[in-house]
Structure formats: C-alpha cells, structure tokens
C-alpha cells in the first residue's frame, strides 16, 4: 500500500468528526444521469432547462413540468445504490460527528443507509405545494393539484434561479 493510502486510512480511522459533499457523479454508476456531462443522456440533453427547471417553466405549464419530475423519480426509485454510497454510508458509522451534504434529488444515499444526510437541492421523494409549500402526500394522479388549496403541485427541489426550494418538512433538517 502506498505511503499516501497508509497516511489517509490512519487519518480516517482517528476522525472526530467529517463533512461529506457529493454530486452526481456519485450516482451516475446507479444509472442516474448527471445533469451537466458531455454524455448523451445527461439531464439537459434530454431536456430544456428553461423549461422545466424554472419558476417561469413550472409556472407556463405546471402539469408538464410535474409529469417531467416525476418520470425522473421514478427512474430514481428504480436505481439502486451504488459503492461509493455505501461507502459513504459505512464513513457515517466509523465518525462520531458526521454529516453529508448532497447536491443529488435522487434519495439514494439514504436508501445505502446514511442518516445525516443534507439535501442542497432538495429531493424528488417529496412533492411540495406550489403556493404553501406544504408536503403533500397524496392527490389525483391525473389532476396533480394540492387537496388544501387547488395550487399545482411541484417537487421539494431548487430550481435554476430559486435561492431556495426545498422544505424538508419530513427531517426538520431545513435545505440550504
């Protein structure tokens, strides 16, 4: 083993505490595209930021955008955790104070078993009112509209130009 790796594992085992941050490159081997790659099926390739992950987008056709989000949770729901976020998951065991911010939507470092995880960007688990910004749990497929005020329905992210999106109703833990 190299000098370095000897050096990192000693430093990994005598940690206190630790600040994870990962993106979606993290993801990509679970088959979850990332957003900004030169590969053909990143994110914005198959669709146009502007409108679908804006304020204007949603608010010009809330349904379609809805519809967009949720194909990709569903693809979400479908992926399976991956090395890197069981790895992470294992690192959150080893270290008393532990704590992973992550830029993805897709849930997964959750689903490998980490507990503090902090979603930047929000998450695709969790749809929100558009007016409220109150979690809703439930509502008619086919009319995605909050059952409390009739407002569309959207996912608890941030979208392109927001300073916040998302509202982490279900852990308390706020999103940045």
């Not at 590969?39 to 949603?58: N, Q």
């Not at 479908?78 to 992470?88: D, K, R, S, T």
Request: charged residues 20%.
């Amino acid at each position: 083993m190299s000098e370095f790796a000897a050096d990192l594992i000693h430093h990994l085992r005598q940690a206190q505490s630790m600040v994870v941050l990962t993106g979606s490159g993290i993801s990509a081997p679970s088959g979850i595209p990332t957003y900004r790659s030169a590969a053909a099926d990143a994110r914005w390739t198959a669709y146009d930021p502007d409108k679908v992950a804006t304020l204007v987008g949603f608010e010009r056709d809330p349904f379609g955008v809805f519809q967009v989000y949720q194909t990709m949770k569903r693809q979400c729901e479908a992926a399976q955790p991956n090395a890197g976020h069981y790895a992470v998951a294992q690192l959150e065991q080893l270290v008393p104070d532990f704590k992973l911010f992550t830029q993805n939507i897709d849930s997964l470092h959750q689903r490998a078993g980490s507990g503090n995880v902090f979603e930047v960007h929000g998450s695709l688990a969790r749809t929100i009112c558009a007016r409220e910004r109150r979690l809703v749990e439930t509502w008619d497929v086919e009319q995605p509209i909050c059952p409390a005020c009739g407002a569309p329905l959207r996912p608890d992210i941030v979208w392109f130009g927001e300073l916040f999106g998302c509202s982490d109703a279900a852990s308390g833990k706020g999103c940045l």
